[in-house]
């Protein structure tokens, strides 16, 4: 190779026409649409090999072809489970079908969801963390702020797309995933960007994305975490003061004339029916 073309040209320049060439839409896994750069597809298999995580958390599925892939994958490591989230209900048969996978059906980041994921996950547990659902960047950062809490130090925290927005495709979308990375780690300094994943030639849908918790500080806790637990808070306490007006509304209907004759009718009945059974003795 030339000393005047830059390798990182090189690879940016093969980036967009593979990507503008719909190519990754063209992929599969065992006859699954998976729509995902097969370079990060072999490094999601070192990470999974390297560390055996108890938990794959995986934000946003579609047909759910890479929630088959980390199912297999986690079938020949010989332990855990993969936890999939979509808003809509689209995996495919044999997703449904593989005793590794628990889906949710919902928004990644709504109080219903991580709370079941909370339950799912022990909080001692190590997981492999995949966000690739709305790629806005106000969405993506409400995620960062919500799963990093899974994430254990040495651990990866992965934001796919963030090569859209002009890094180096889609100039136009607008602040995305690689937006909301740039955001969270000026919130926090428990992550970094782990560069050893972007190897010279190797593109990858994630670049600037590959996060690996270094610390846990306790200053770390998710504000979304957090925002989520004061909504379900909130509901709770709504559920409980329409409760409280219920038993409100029906004590003044207690209270009114034919309330009253009510509950003297009662009381003479159960007084008649006493009376019955002391005459019916000896």
């Known amino acids: ?45 070192e990470v999974i090999a390297e560390q055996r ?33 979509d808003v809509r209900d689209g995996w495919h048969e044999a997703v449904r079908r593989h005793p590794r996978v628990e889906r949710l059906v919902g928004d990644s980041t709504s109080a219903e969801v991580l709370e079941i994921v909370d339950r799912l996950v022990p909080s ?3 997981a492999f963390v995949l966000l690739d659902s709305d ?22 925290l ?7 927005n002009g890094h180096p495709v889609l100039g136009d979308f607008g602040p995305g995933p690689y937006e909301a990375v740039d955001a969270f780690l000026r919130e926090t ?24 918790r270094v610390a846990r500080t306790p200053a770390s806790r998710p504000v979304a975490d957090l925002a ?9 306490i709504e559920r409980l003061n329409a409760e409280i007006r219920r038993l409100h509304e029906a004590m003044q209907a207690m209270q009114s004339t034919r ?19 002391g005459r019916g003795g000896g």
Request: net charge neutral; aromatic share 12%; hydrophobic share 40%.
């Open 189 to 212: 300094a428990d992550f970094v960007v782990d560069d050893g994943r972007e190897r010279k030639l190797h593109f990858t849908f994630a670049p600037h994305g590959w996060l690996r």
């Open 135 to 156: 790629h806005t960047e106000a969405h993506v950062l409400r995620e960062l702020r919500a799963y990093q809490r899974f994430v254990q130090v040495g651990d990866y």
């Open 158 to 164: 992965v934001v796919e797309d963030t090569n859209i």
């Open 124 to 126: 001692s547990s190590r």
């Open 259 to 277: 309330g009253w004759r009510a509950l003297e009718w009662i009381r003479r009945l159960r007084a008649a029916i006493g009376g019955l059974g």
């Open 228 to 236: 989520a637990r004061s909504r379900s808070m909130a509901d709770e």
């Open 53 to 85: 995580p108890e938990f794959v958390i995986e934000c946003g599925a579609l047909h759910g072809g890479a929630t088959l892939y980390f199912a297999h994958l986690l079938d020949l490591v010989g332990r855990g489970r993969v936890i999939s989230i």
């Open 1 to 45: 190779m030339s000393d005047r073309i830059r390798p990182d040209s090189v690879r940016d320049a093969f980036h967009a026409l593979w990507y503008d060439s719909q190519c990754w839409k063209e992929t599969a896994w065992f006859g699954v649409p998976i729509q995902k750069n097969p370079f990060d597809l072999l490094q999601y298999q």
